[in-house]
């Protein structure tokens, strides 16, 4: 039986994120490719879009691509000349975004990138590339601490960052855990209240996900 905050959010999906045909061929492709079911739920893909429209970002950096869902809700804040570069460190999952993104009519705003996300973005970095105006991070947990240190190094004063999944069901609670996710997100949450270049808090969501959060953070002084 569907439980009332479920039922919730199907009711705000079907008010605020009807009739999304790129979106919703995006799921049933990376279904249909059985790639792991993790991705944001449609509520907080149109979240995640709106904050980015709020800064009005024209660059945008993606941690964890997957099949590229959460990606077509951040590339749809773009203005026509902006671009979304998005890291994937998985060759299977990084062949379905490319074709999602393809037909969504979207390729030519969305720069994928294949490998361990460190090294891109430390490529990204020795590159010169442009900072960015939006950072959203939902990758691999253990790397949090790191990703926030290349995030803010990326970034400018106004850049929002946004973490995904730093709840995990109240596990974070457990200091004494030996789940090196837990531990890699107790440890952002400590970075992001010590952070003196940020202003940063966390929130917790319920919904079709289940329980977790988002950590949010806007860059003061990088």
């Not at 995006?26 to 907080?44: E, F, T, W």
């Not at 773009?78 to 998005?86: K, S, V, W």
């Not at 490529?123 to 790191?146: C, H, T, V, W, Y």
Request: charged share 25%; hydrophobic share 45%; proline share 5%.
């Amino acid at each position: 039986m569907e439980k009332p905050f479920e039922a919730v959010d199907r009711y705000f999906e079907s008010l605020y994120t009807p009739g999304d045909e790129a979106t919703s061929a995006a799921l049933a492709a990376n279904a249909a490719a059985r790639l792991p079911a993790i991705d944001v739920s449609p509520a907080q893909g149109k979240f995640l879009q709106i904050l980015a429209r709020a800064v009005r970002a024209r660059r945008i950096l993606e941690i964890g691509t997957l099949g590229g869902y959460s990606s077509l809700w951040l590339a749809g804040a773009l203005p026509g000349d902006g671009r979304l570069i998005t890291l994937e460190v998985n060759a299977r999952h990084a062949a379905v975004a490319r074709e999602n993104f393809s037909r969504a009519g979207l390729a030519d705003r969305i720069e994928l990138r294949e490998g361990p996300a460190l090294e891109t973005l430390a490529q990204l970095e020795s590159a010169g590339a442009d900072r960015f105006d939006f950072i959203f991070i939902d990758a691999d947990k253990p790397n949090n601490p790191q990703y926030l240190s290349w995030a803010i190094r990326l970034s400018h004063p106004g850049t929002l960052i946004v973490f995904d999944n730093v709840v995990r069901d109240g596990t974070i609670l457990d200091d004494r855990s030996r789940d090196a996710a837990v531990q890699g997100t107790r440890r952002l949450h400590e970075l992001l209240a010590a952070e003196r270049r940020i202003s940063a808090t966390a929130i917790q969501t319920v919904g079709v996900k289940g329980y977790d959060g988002f950590a949010i953070a806007v860059v003061v002084d990088p």
